[in-house]
């Protein structure tokens, strides 16, 4: 699986921290910013692949856990600081789920949202791992 966490620059100052994301921070540009916010603890987000789009996730506030699958191999990632980031390439598929009360989840996109680029049936992203 090809996933990495990456740490997202930062400038402590004694009055707060702030974290910097720039055109070089992430290896894609990105399209689209969209997060998740006020999910329940027993609900799940993701469920689904993409065949073009990469994503960067970060825990803005609580925490996580990411559950990645490459078709061969399910890996277990908890998201829980805002100064490290996800980077999902293509063809993973992703759930997100145990979110802690006030869990923010960014998500950073390198493409604009197209239906047809999302695998959302897990038979069918199984079934494009075999060709």
Aim: charged share 30%; with cysteine.
């Amino acid at each position: 699986m090809k996933i990495e966490i990456i740490d997202i620059p930062k400038i402590k100052d004694r009055r707060g921290n702030i974290a910097v994301i720039e055109k070089d921070s992430i290896p894609f540009a990105i399209k689209r910013v969209y997060y998740l916010y006020d999910v329940p603890s027993d609900a799940y987000r993701g469920g689904h692949a993409h065949t073009q789009q990469q994503s960067f996730l970060i825990a803005l506030s609580g925490s996580f856990e990411v559950i990645l699958d490459d078709g061969l191999k399910r890996e277990r990632i908890m998201l829980n600081k805002p100064d490290k980031g996800l980077l999902i390439p293509t063809g993973i598929w992703r759930e997100i789920e145990n979110f802690s009360s006030g869990a923010i989840c960014l998500v950073l996109a390198s493409t604009d949202f197209n239906e047809n680029e999302y695998i959302r049936d897990y038979q069918d992203f199984k079934l494009s791992k075999q060709t």
